[in-house]
């Protein structure tokens, strides 16, 4: 049985050791902190209170922080979330991941307290029987290397900060320099100007952050602010809905479908946005539930042009525009694709150095070609669908392959141009804004290639014999994209447990909708049989009454109905004369 190394125990390696023991893998997972988490580690700092989510000192996160998904979403397919709140806090998401490394025992599989140092190719290496050497450094036992026959990288993404360094930087005070990955608290911008520079969701955050501290004016700088990058969290919290799990499986996987479902949502939630000026899209990414107003009146919050320069304490935009008097600025610019336990590789394949400098990966997960091969970064993935099922994606996809004794599904060409592309959708202005919902529909072809594809609503939906079936077709069909869905089969599904989280999930989330189509589904299927049984049953038969009845009694789950249904059905077919 294969050997595999997993480097990381957050969100990723969590799921990347679970599933590698249902595939009867031997694992070990190295963790450099001593406890599982990651980045949701810093829930159980002692500087932490869970219930103001505030920081009070060094901590990995900042206060207020919130993940951009709904906390329903927030979830593996084989674990239901426990947590009530719309949106998770990074308390709600550490539980999460210990609950479930308790549920399947995951933690006697992974040593706490070993960084690690270097992953490099055994000298028996070859393409088709990869062997990897992973050197570390052990708080107990000092520096060891140990050999596996494959490696899952899952950390690193959001660890390294992206810091520009614009003309005359030097001249602003550098204590007042600051990324958004060193931010532990906002309360310091009270009553201070603060430029913010970026237009992704961390950079709206900060603006929204910055405003709800009191900051005495904000100024958002950004090359472009890109239509995709959305955090509903305004909408979440003012509407009380949560909006992912609003979009049924049809939307979620339809790029402009789900760019259309979007547009809808912020025109109900915030009307505000109506003046052409300000991008709609754009604005949803501020998380601020009052900052439709700050937005359209400029009183605290102004969108300003690009940065160019620093004059002093003061910055010139490209425009022409000097802003006077920054006291602070803050760098919400994104973070470096860097893995330095491999960067020893660098210079060896050019497609590979183009993944350690820019991520670019074959279903977000697979290095192309064979230089790498027994290799793979399942928690380098993006899109719309929530982190939890679009690394689940890519390690079920990466497993099956293995289960099919392949280490790739496609040749170094096809991974190529199917990279290439990915780059050019995303570099085309016309294109560039689909990009995240194509990634998410990505997500669902993994879950697909792996084996674990729900069956087709109607395939429940007509089912004669469970209302609970015809339940769960509805909830399909009609109710939120929920990712138990990928769970109804596979190599490894539990079929009763996801049915159940499918049918709870969509009762809390759309009972209205659910209980108007469940009525229409059980009254298709009663004058379904109705019709039937009064094309095949003579009027004066004795077993048409029965059949009528059995009809009618097909809307309810009584199990004597359905065993009526069928026996009546049975003896009509022998007595009656068919039309």
């Known amino acids: 049985m294969m050997n595999v190394a997993v480097v990381g125990a957050g969100i990723s390696g969590l799921c990347a050791v679970k599933n590698l023991l249902d595939y009867g893998y031997n694992v070990t997972c190295y963790e450099g902190q001593k406890c599982l988490g990651g980045k949701w580690l810093s829930a159980i700092n002692e500087s932490y209170d869970r219930d103001t989510n505030k920081l009070t000192g060094t901590n ?37 991941l210990e609950a479930y490394c308790e549920e399947f025992n995951l933690k006697k599989h992974i040593r706490f307290g070993c960084s690690v140092d270097k992953v490099s190719k055994n000298p028996e290496y070859s393409p088709e029987n990869p062997r990897w050497d992973v050197n570390l450094t052990s708080s107990s036992d000092g520096v060891e290397t140990a050999t596996f026959d494959r490696v899952l990288v899952t950390s690193g993404l959001f660890r390294y900060p992206i810091e520009p360094e614009y003309e005359d930087q030097h001249l602003f005070p550098s204590a007042r ?56 969290a305004n909408v979440i919290e003012r509407s009380g809905r949560h909006w992912m799990w609003n979009v049924s499986r049809d939307v979620c996987l339809d790029p402009m479908k789900f760019l259309q479902a979007i547009e809808i949502e912020s025109l109900i939630y915030d009307e505000k ?21 700050e937005i359209k009146s400029g009183t605290r919050l102004q969108i300003v042009d690009t940065l160019q320069r620093f004059t002093g304490e003061s910055v010139l935009l490209r425009n022409g525009v000097v802003i006077p008097e920054i006291d602070y600025v803050i760098f919400a610019t994104g ?43 399942p928690a380098w993935c993006e899109g719309n669908a929530s982190k939890f099922w679009s690394v689940e994606a ?6 099956e392959l293995w289960a099919e004794s392949k280490l790739t599904d496609a040749s170094r060409e096809e991974m190529i141009s199917w990279i290439e592309n990915l780059k050019s959708f995303s570099a085309s202005p016309e294109t560039r804004y689909l990009i995240s919902p194509l990634l998410t529909l990505e997500v669902d072809r993994n879950f697909t290639r792996a084996g674990y594809a729900p069956k087709s609503p109607y395939y429940y ?41 499918i049918l709870k999930t969509a009762q809390e989330l759309s009972p ?23 094309r095949i049953t ?25 065993v009526a249904l069928i026996t009546g059905f049975a003896l009509k077919m022998l007595t009656a004369n068919c039309v």
């Open 60 to 96: 990995s996160m900042y206060s207020g922080l919130k993940a951009n998904t709904s906390t329903k979403s927030n979830r593996f397919t084989d674990f239901p979330s426990f947590h009530k709140s719309k949106l998770s806090t990074p308390y709600e998401i550490y539980e999460y």
């Open 177 to 232: 320099l600051s990324h958004i990955g060193h931010i532990r608290n906002f309360d310091v911008y009270k009553d201070k100007n603060v430029l913010i520079v970026g237009g992704g969701i961390s950079a709206g955050d900060a603006v929204a952050q910055s405003l709800k501290a009191g900051a005495k004016k904000v100024f958002w700088s950004a090359k472009r602010r890109r239509e995709g990058n959305i955090i509903i």
């Open 273 to 293: 946005f109506s003046d052409p000026k300000y991008d709609r899209l754009t604005a949803h990414s501020v998380e601020g539930l009052f900052l439709g107003d």
């Open 335 to 377: 973070y470096q694709h860097f893995v330095p336990f491999l960067e020893h590789l660098r210079g060896d394949d050019e497609f590979f150095d183009e993944f350690l400098s820019y991520g670019y990966l074959y279903k977000h997960c697979i290095v192309p070609g064979d230089f790498a091969n027994g290799l793979y970064f």
């Open 394 to 399: 890519s390690i079920l996809l990466i497993l």
């Open 461 to 501: 939906l007509l089912n004669p014999f469970s209302r609970e079936y015809r339940r769960l077709g509805v909830a399909l069909l009609y109710g939120p994209h929920t990712n138990a869905s990928y769970r109804l089969r596979g190599r490894f599904s539990d079929f009763e447990k996801s049915k159940r989280t």
């Open 512 to 534: 209205e909708l659910l209980r108007s189509k469940n009525l229409i589904w059980d009254m298709s299927n009663a004058l379904l049989f109705l019709g039937i049984s009064y």
């Open 538 to 562: 003579s009027p004066r038969h004795f077993w048409a009454p029965l059949t009528a009845l059995c009809g009618i009694w097909f809307i309810s789950d009584n199990q004597f109905s359905n």
